[in-house]
């Protein structure tokens, strides 16, 4: 099965979900930017409504579809938010920041009464883990803060984690649309994703990473003739 063909199905389960006069929060990644596409058909068709993005990339991507962009300062809070994931395990936490744009994905996905995943089958897994986890850092003290982190993951029982930062070119590090730095961490399983979010929560040159616990209210998976709704387990 092609993955754009369920990527597709998924966006289009999201598109359903959107209401006339709904504040939207336009996630980013290739799923989203379907989703985005999508959107600005129906915009196009006469569709009103007000979009706040969750990076530059979609940002431009929507303008250009004609889809009306906010600020997220003229907002207190936003209806609906459409967004794809690296991983999501059965109670819904996410590894998010595939794209770079973890912390202006979270930052609106904290913000809004619902936030809708989109993804296609390949992102689900027993346990967080597998795909490396994205921890946005600020560059000052960069190489400290990265020694700190690991003590962190030491202390979640991750002693072989391995972290490399991520690069934009072969020589240049890649920097965030905040100006921050990627440190992508190779963990294994994650047993407790709560706990480990707690501990990076804790080391202060660290931005924002990507474990998102509890802000997803659903997944609509892609499938090749459809969707499947899955919900929080427990
Ligand atoms: C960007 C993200 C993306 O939502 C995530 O990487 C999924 O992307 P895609 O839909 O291209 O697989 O978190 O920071």
Not at 90 to 112: C, F, V
Not at 124 to 138: I, R, Y
Not at 154 to 171: N, V
Request: with cysteine.
């Amino acid at each position: 099965m092609s993955s754009d063909i369920a990527k597709r199905n998924a966006a289009e389960a999201a598109l359903a979900l959107v209401q006339p006069d709904m504040i939207l929060g336009l996630g980013t990644g290739s799923t989203a930017a379907i989703f985005v596409t999508l959107l600005g058909e129906r915009v196009k068709a006469g569709l009103k409504i007000i979009c706040t993005p969750t990076s530059e990339a979609t940002d431009r991507l929507a303008r250009s579809l004609g889809v009306r962009i906010v600020s997220p300062d003229e907002l207190s809070s936003i209806d609906l938010t459409i967004d794809g994931a690296d991983e999501f395990d059965p109670a819904l936490n996410l590894i998010k920041g595939g794209g770079a744009a973890l912390l202006r994905e979270k930052i609106i996905a904290e913000a809004s009464d619902r936030m809708v995943v989109i993804t296609d089958a390949s992102k689900e897994v027993a346990t967080l883990g597998k795909f490396p986890l994205p921890v946005e850092v600020n560059p000052f003290a960069s190489e400290l803060t990265r020694r700190r982190i690991h003590l962190r993951l030491e202390a979640a029982g991750l002693a072989t984690a391995s972290s490399s930062w991520r690069m934009a070119t072969r020589e240049s590090l890649l920097h965030t649309d905040g100006g921050h730095l990627i440190l992508d961490i190779s963990c294994g399983a994650i047993p407790d994703p709560a706990r480990l979010a707690a501990l990076l929560d804790d080391v202060p040159g660290v931005v924002e990473h990507g474990l998102f616990i509890g802000y997803a209210s659903e997944v609509l998976v892609g499938e090749a003739d459809g969707v499947r709704r899955v919900l929080p387990a427990g």
